[in-house]
C-alpha cells in the first residue's frame, strides 16, 4: 500500500472511532455547537465593542469566538487526550511494533483533528448566518481567514501532541488538558469579550499565548475587524514550538 | 543470541544470555515474576536496546533494522490495548493495511476462533477473546515469527485453554513462536523447547521432557504403616511425619521391590504407597528456588 492510502486508510479508522466513542462525539463535537446555541439564544441582539468606535450585534462575535473554539477542541483537546488514551493502554506502543511509519500515524490523528475542526466550522457558520445574519467572509477576508484557520489547526494539533509529554497518564488527560486550555481561552476573550477595561496582566496573558493571537484572525472575517499577519505570526510560532517539544518528548511507550 | 545483557541503572535485568531458537518451533521462556522475561522479548522485537551482546532475529539485528524486522514478526505484548469502539474485523483489517502482505482477515478469525464474532466492538468481547484478538493482530502481517509475551497471565482456566489451541494451531502453519509464561503447565502443553529464566540468567535449557527428566534417577515412595509396625532398617528413609515414611531412592525398581517383599514377609498392608516423579514443576521450582534465594540478590554490586 502506498504512503498517501495509507495515511487516507488511516484517517479512516481514527474516523469511524472517533464518532463511537460517546466522550470523543460529544466533548469534541457537540460541545461548541451547544455553547453556540446557548451564547447566541441568551445574549443575541445585544452590541458589543469589539474595537474602538466599532459595535456589532454579539451573536455575530459568539459565531466567530465559537468557530475558533470549536477548532481548539477539536485539535487541541481532541488529540491530547485521545493520544494520552491511546498510549496508557498500550495502543501507542503495540502501533510501534508494526511497520506503518510514525509520521503515517501521527499524521492520520492530524488530518483527522483538522477534519473535524473544518466542519464544525462549517456548521458554526451556517448557524450564524441562517438564525443571526452573520456575514461570511468572501474574496481576500475569507483567503485571509482560511490561512488562519489552516495555521491555527496546525498549531493547537502540534500543541495536543506537545502537552502529552507532561501528562502522566489516561486518568489525568481530561484534567490536565482543560486546566491548561479554559483559563486561556476566558482571558483571551473566547467566551466572554475583552474590552478596553481588560486588566493589563490579562491583555498580556492574551498576548503571549496563540488563542487571542487565533480568535482575531478568525474574527476578521466574521466580524469585520482588520486583520493583522502578526497574529498569523505568532500563532505559526506556538506551531513550530509544540512540533519542536512533540519531536523531543514525545513517547508511544506507557509512562509508568 | 550471545552474551545479551540488559541493565535498568545499576540493576542487571539480564546477564548474559546465549540461546539459540530453531526456525519453526515453539519455544517457551520459562521464569517467575521479575527474572527477565519481558526484557528479553522486547529486545528481540526491536522495543528496547540491549547493553551488550549480538543478537539476530530472522537474521537481522533489531537494533539496526527495525523496520524490516517488523514486517516479518507478529507481537502479542504483555499487555497493550485495541481501540474499544472498532469492531474485530476492522481491528483486524487496520492492521493488515499497515503490512506489505497482508494474510486474509477472515482466514485470521478463523485461526483465532472469532469469525463468529467478527462484527462485535472490542469492548464486548471477553478477557479470553480480546487476547485471541491480540493474537490475530500480530498474525495480520503474516509473520514468520511471533512472539507472544506471557499470552494467559491474569485468565481464568476455560480462557486460558481457548488462548492455548489457538497456539497449538500455530504449529501447523509452520510459524516459529517465542512465548514467555510463569506458568509450567503452559510450557510443558505448548512448547517443543523450553529454557527456563531466573534473576536474568537461564539456569536450564532443553525440551519438557528431558528437562523434567534431568533428576528422572530421584524418585520418591511414601507410604504409611500400621501403628506399632516399624519400617524395615533395609533402607535409610529420608523423612517420616507421623506414620507416613518417606523414601527417596535413585533405584526405584530395586527399593520399591524390597520394599514390597517385605511387607508381604511380614504381612502388612502399606496404605497410601504412592511413587512420585519430580515434576516439570519441581524442577522449576528447585531451579528457579536457588537463584532467587535471599543469599543471591539480584542487586549487582
Ligand atoms: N523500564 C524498566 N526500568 C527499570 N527496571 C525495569 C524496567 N523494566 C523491567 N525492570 C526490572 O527488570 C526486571 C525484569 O523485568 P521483566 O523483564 O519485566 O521481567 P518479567 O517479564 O520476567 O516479569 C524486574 O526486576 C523489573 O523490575
Ligand atoms: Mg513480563
Sequence with gaps: ?256 | MRGLKKSYGRFAALRGISLDIRHGEIFALLGPNGAGKTTFVEILEGYRHRDAGEVWVLGVDPDHQSMALKTRIGIVLQSSGMDRYLNVAETVEMYSSYYPQPRPVDEILELVGLETKRDERVLRLSGGQQRRLDVAIALAGNPELLFLDEPTTGFDPSARREVWEVIKNLRGLGKTVVLTTHFMDEAQYLADRLAIIANGSIVAEGDPATLAGRDRMVATVRFSLPEGIAPPALFELSAQTGATYELRTAALTRDLHELTAWALGAGVELADLRVDRPTLEDVYLELTAEVTSPASTAREP
Design chain 1, 1 to 256: 500500500m502506498n504512503t498517501g492510502s495509507m495515511l487516507m486508510n488511516q484517517v479512516k479508522y481514527v474516523n469511524k472511532a472517533f464518532w463511537r466513542n460517546p466522550a470523543s462525539a460529544f466533548f469534541t463535537f457537540s460541545f461548541p455547537l451547544m455553547f453556540l446555541v446557548i451564547f447566541t439564544s441568551l445574549l443575541g441582539h445585544h452590541n458589543v465593542q469589539v474595537s474602538p468606535g466599532r459595535t456589532i450585534d454579539i451573536s455575530t462575535y459568539y459565531v466567530a469566538s465559537m468557530a475558533a473554539y470549536a477548532v481548539i477542541t477539536a485539535c487541541y483537546n481532541n488529540i491530547a487526550i485521545a493520544l494520552s488514551i491511546q498510549r496508557d493502554s498500550g495502543v501507542l506502543k503495540r502501533t510501534r511494533g508494526t511497520p506503518i511509519p510514525s509520521a503515517i500515524y501521527i499524521l492520520g490523528r492530524l488530518i483527522h483533528a483538522v477534519f473535524v475542526g473544518v466542519v464544525l466550522v462549517i456548521i458554526t457558520a451556517a448557524y450564524g448566518r441562517l438564525f443571526y445574519h452573520a456575514s461570511i467572509p468572501t474574496g481576500a477576508p475569507l483567503l485571509e481567514f482560511l490561512v488562519m484557520l489552516l495555521v491555527g489547526t496546525m498549531a493547537f494539533c502540534s500543541l495536543g501532541f506537545a502537552i502529552t509529554c507532561v501528562i502522566p497518564n489516561a486518568d489525568a488527560a481530561p484534567a490536565i488538558v482543560n486546566a491548561s486550555i479554559l483559563p486561556l481561552l476566558f482571558l483571551s476573550g473566547v467566551f466572554i469579550p475583552i474590552t478596553s477595561t481588560a486588566p493589563a496582566w490579562m491583555v498580556w496573558i492574551a498576548r503571549i499565548f496563540p488563542v487571542r493571537h487565533f480568535t482575531l484572525g478568525m474574527d476578521a472575517g466574521f466580524v469585520g475587524t482588520s486583520f493583522n499577519w502578526m497574529d498569523v505570526v505568532v500563532v505559526a510560532a506556538w506551531a513550530i514550538g509544540g512540533f519542536l517539544v512533540s519531536y523531543r518528548y514525545f513517547t508511544w511507550e506507557p509512562k509508568r
